[in-house]
């Protein structure tokens, strides 16, 4: 094929086939992306298994690349070979939502690179005019390579859904769930000047690995082994924790959590529930009394990449020691293998195409 281009293709769920396919043209408004690193996520894992329906054959929604080609009336400063992350939210444009540049709360509900427009598994990526004029292409700086660049959608989520909870200064935080996105939400609540940060999960591997990782965390809590809410009755003196961010998908868990929580604290539903099993009871009257505090979380934004770009290169959280493994593209079926087996010690892991 003369202008060929190796791609993941989901054609059934739970099978990906490596194949040669056609190179997209970019038409109007529409730019093309050399992909340069795209990172599996938890919620391609659902998609990989057949449990959550994407309506295209490549997935993959957290991408950096180069630009390599433009449609015509493409907006101003974007051209060929500036290096791009790529919001995944495209929204209406003209929602009261998205008047505000809110695209992931668009009333008319938003679409998605890598749901409904082909993603990053693959050498190039066609990015929509939508998404182009949207402000989706959002430029890296020199110092922030392509690995890291993945990490500013997954991160960008974790900061907006945690944007209205105050940590500056807070005692003691709890995120529930030890893989990357509770990971990442730890690291935020730290950043943003928590004091104490502990991670609940009931896989001691999973702990292992962010031990092994010497993360700044203060407390690995084996959720199996241990009590939590007689460990945090224990730790704070029978106070409860200031916040809890609940990063796994096990609705049992929010009714559970509401109980550990101190006066005035923040319950951050930041998982989603399976669409079909999201109903729980909980007790109202904790929340009414303690005056709590409950955050959703859907996605992200601009804004949010552009935070989270400033906590990469500042420092305030290292990227990089996040990243455990890396593959290429012709490697997809082992890198996944490698991502979904708990006892491997893998965190993030990169495909490089
Ligand atoms: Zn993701
Ligand atoms: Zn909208």
Not at 13 to 42: F, H, S
Not at 321 to 331: A, Q
Request: glycine share 12%; charged share 20%.
């Amino acid at each position: 094929m003369k202008n060929g281009m190796l791609a993941a293709m989901l054609r059934t769920p739970g099978a990906i086939t490596l194949e040669n396919v056609e190179r997209p043209d970019p038409g109007p408004g529409e730019i093309l992306l050399k992909v340069e690193a795209c990172a599996l996520c938890g919620t391609d894992k659902r998609v990989l298994a057949g449990q959550k329906p994407v309506s295209v054959p490549i997935i993959g929604h957290e991408i950096a690349g180069t630009i390599a080609a433009l449609g015509q009336g493409v907006r101003p400063g974007l051209a060929a070979g500036m290096r791009c992350a790529v919001q995944t939210v495209i929204g209406c444009g003209d929602c009261p939502m998205c008047l505000v540049h809110r695209e992931n709360l668009c009333e008319r509900g938003f679409t998605a690179i890598g749901y409904a427009y082909n993603g990053g598994f693959s050498e190039y990526i066609l990015i929509p005019a939508a998404a182009v004029a949207q402000g989706c292409l959002i430029p890296l700086p020199n110092m922030m390579d392509a690995e890291l660049g993945t990490l500013l959608e997954p991160l960008s989520c974790g900061i907006n859904g945690l944007r209205d909870i105050p940590f500056a200064g807070m005692g003691h935080v709890g995120v529930v769930g030890a893989g990357v996105i509770g990971t990442l939400n730890g690291l935020i609540a730290r950043a943003r000047g928590a004091k104490r940060v502990s991670i609940f999960n009931r896989s001691q591997g999973k702990l292992d690995v962010l031990a092994g990782l010497r993360l700044p965390f203060d407390d690995l809590v084996n959720m199996a082994v241990t009590d939590p809410a007689a460990w945090i009755a224990g730790e704070t003196g029978g106070r409860g924790l200031d916040c809890v961010i609940l990063s796994a998908s096990e609705k049992s868990l929010a009714g559970r959590c509401l109980p550990w929580l101190a006066r005035g604290g923040h319950l951050s539903l930041f998982a989603g529930m399976p669409k079909d099993d999201c109903v729980e009871p909980i007790d109202l009257n904790l929340i009414h009394y303690r005056e709590l505090h409950l955050h959703g979380a859907n996605s992200s934004v601009r804004r949010d990449y552009e935070e989270a770009m400033e906590m990469l290169t500042s420092g305030r959280i290292d990227g990089k020691s996040l990243i455990t493994d890396r593959f290429p593209l012709k490697e997809f079926a082992a890198a996944v293998r490698k991502q979904n087996d708990p006892a491997s010690g893998a965190l993030k892991v990169v495909i490089l195409p």
